[in-house]
């Protein structure tokens, strides 16, 4: 299994790690990555694996079918052998928006306390799909009001663990309908926003910024009807 690092710390940059394999696909696996792989709405990290002089452009970060985390090289040519040292570096700019588009969807999650349906970052910010009612569709206006209002609060974002057990027991912090925190290795991670998580708390693997200031402003760029109670929220930097 590679070691998460960006579980550490998101904001560390580059690494140096030993490849484990390349698959039959040409995708490099290593003991080690700060790269984040696709999962939970979060796109896969960009960036460049080196060795030996050579500097390969990573297109993207995924999970393959055992879950091992696969580099994927944008294009054809030399690779690293098994056993070889590399260097990465990641591509900040586009990992830095991630974690400020992320952490935003966690705001947007405490602000609208209907089931999660669905959501994804995209390159302006991101949306989540919830389960609301008609009657109950929050205002456009008030709704961005009350999320800038979180981020100019400038509340601290944490990380703690439970145990699986602990998460079957408090199955109410789970917002999301389809899709259940990864469980099995015997701990589970949440994401506290606010002293105790006081603002939201919710099991999730992605990366986060320190501190919601980071974010700063947004606006709620629209709201959709995607069925007969599914209600799509899109969030956008100002």
């Given at each position: 299994?590679?070691?998460?690092?960006?579980?550490?710390?998101?904001?560390?940059?580059?690494?140096?790690?030993?490849?484990?394999?390349?698959?039959?696909?040409?995708?490099?696996?290593?003991?080690?990555?700060?790269?984040?792989?696709?999962?939970?709405?979060?796109?896969?990290?960009?960036?460049?694996?080196?060795?030996?002089?050579?500097?390969?452009?990573?297109?993207?970060?995924?999970?393959?079918?055992?879950?091992?985390?696969?580099?994927?090289?944008?294009?054809?040519?030399?690779?690293?052998?098994?056993?070889?040292?590399?260097?990465?570096?990641?591509?900040?700019?586009?990992?830095?928006?991630?974690?400020?588009?992320?952490?935003?969807?966690?705001?947007?999650?405490a602000t609208v306390p209907f089931p999660v349906?669905?959501?994804?970052?995209?390159?302006?910010?991101?949306?989540?799909?919830?389960?609301?009612?008609?009657?109950?569709?929050p205002d456009r206006s008030e709704l961005t009001?009350?999320?800038?209002?979180?981020?100019?609060?400038?509340?601290?974002?944490?990380?703690?663990?439970?145990?699986?057990?602990?998460?079957?027991?408090?199955?109410?912090?789970?917002?999301?309908?389809?899709?259940?925190?990864?469980?099995?290795?015997?701990r589970v991670r949440l994401v506290a926003i606010?002293?105790?998580?006081?603002?939201?708390?919710?099991?999730?693997?992605?990366?986060?910024?320190?501190?919601?200031?980071?974010?700063?402003?947004?606006?709620?760029?629209?709201?959709?009807?995607?069925?007969?109670?599914?209600?799509?929220?899109?969030?956008?930097?100002?």
């Amino acid at each position: 299994m590679t070691y998460l690092l960006y579980r550490d710390d998101a904001y560390r940059q580059t690494a140096d790690a030993k490849v484990i394999a390349i698959n039959d696909r040409g995708g490099i696996i290593l003991d080690g990555t700060v790269f984040y792989a696709a999962a939970g709405g979060q796109p896969g990290d960009k960036g460049t694996l080196a060795f030996k002089g050579n500097a390969i452009p990573i297109a993207t970060t995924v999970y393959d079918e055992e879950k091992n985390v696969v580099h994927v090289p944008a294009q054809s040519g030399p690779l690293p052998d098994p056993g070889a040292d590399v260097e990465l570096a990641l591509d900040w700019a586009i990992r830095y928006r991630n974690m400020r588009a992320h952490t935003l969807m966690h705001l947007l999650c405490a602000t609208v306390p209907f089931p999660v349906t669905g959501g994804a970052i995209t390159e302006d910010g991101g949306r989540i799909d919830f389960d609301i009612p008609k009657d109950q569709v929050p205002d456009r206006s008030e709704l961005t009001e009350k999320i800038n209002a979180l981020i100019a609060a400038d509340h601290p974002v944490s990380f703690r663990w439970i145990s699986d057990a602990e998460m079957e027991a408090n199955q109410s912090l789970i917002r999301t309908m389809s899709v259940k925190p990864p469980m099995g290795t015997g701990r589970v991670r949440l994401v506290a926003i606010g002293p105790d998580g006081s603002v939201d708390l919710q099991p999730c693997g992605g990366t986060h910024v320190r501190s919601t200031g980071e974010i700063g402003p947004i606006t709620v760029a629209g709201i959709e009807s995607k069925g007969k109670q599914n209600r799509r929220i899109r969030l956008a930097f100002a």
